[in-house]
């Protein structure tokens, strides 16, 4: 169990660049989240994937992001048009669903962005 | 809408003392669950306790213990023995009705030796 990774660490762009960020769940876990996290809060739930199947999607995943998990396993995140507002931390979790232990998320690293 | 508050941004404690963050919450759902995060300066996020809505009795995790208070909509994360590897941002976290969890804005530990 190597838990959950992403790429890359940072990413600094200028803004109306594309952005794409990698994560790579624990092996046998089904579920796939990505949150944002801004400077002095708490993560915000962006989408969730079940196997390949994106199940639940925020409001603030606007039509500038979009997410894929095309073979159940790593995921991807991509900004298009980034804004000084995307500026954040993007963490990825992942879990094994169909047990209790499912309800605990383990925690990718995250991916920090700066748009400057 | 779901909510989860927590009204401390920052807090500290000597070391081998015992400190208690609070986390208040809103949530229209009967099947529910809470959890506590710890996230240390620049590493990843790690659960730190979890407990059940239906279960009556107060999770406990080694030194880390949590005051379930139901119909208050409390939940407080209470560490005894303080040690300086506890100084995180901690982040209280509600997850009902749906896969996300929804998370406070976290308070800041500080352990001083």
């Known amino acids: 169990d190597t838990g959950v990774s992403q790429n890359p660490r940072h990413k600094i762009t200028k803004r109306g660049q594309n952005v794409t960020f990698r994560c790579d769940p624990i092996?046998?876990?089904?579920?796939l989240y990505w949150y944002r996290q801004t400077l002095g809060q708490g993560p915000e739930f962006l989408t969730y994937f079940q196997n390949e199947a994106q199940l639940e999607k925020s409001r603030l995943l606007s039509d500038r992001f979009s997410a894929e998990r095309p073979k159940g396993s790593f995921s991807t995140l991509e900004i298009q048009r980034t804004e000084q507002g995307d500026s954040a931390m993007y963490l990825c979790?992942?879990?094994?669903?169909?047990?209790?232990?499912?309800?605990?998320?383990?925690f990718g690293p995250g991916t920090r962005l700066t748009v400057t | 809408a779901q909510t989860v508050t927590q009204s401390q941004p920052e807090m500290s404690v000597q070391e081998a003392e015992t400190v208690t963050l609070s986390c208040t919450y809103d949530?229209?759902?009967?099947?529910?669950?809470l959890f506590w995060y710890k996230q240390p300066p620049s590493r990843q996020m790690i659960l730190v306790i979890r407990q059940e809505a239906y279960k009556q009795q107060n999770a406990t995790e080694n030194r880390f213990s949590v005051n379930f208070q139901k119909a208050a909509k409390s939940f407080s994360l209470k560490i005894s023995d303080s040690q300086l590897g506890d100084a995180a941002m901690y982040f209280c976290a509600l997850r009902g009705g749906s896969e996300k969890l929804v998370f406070g804005k976290g308070t800041k530990l500080t352990v001083n030796p």
């Open positions: 092996s046998e876990h089904n579920r």
């Open positions: 979790a992942s879990s094994k669903g169909g047990s209790a232990l499912s309800y605990e998320q383990y």
């Open positions: 949530t229209s759902e009967s099947d529910y669950y």
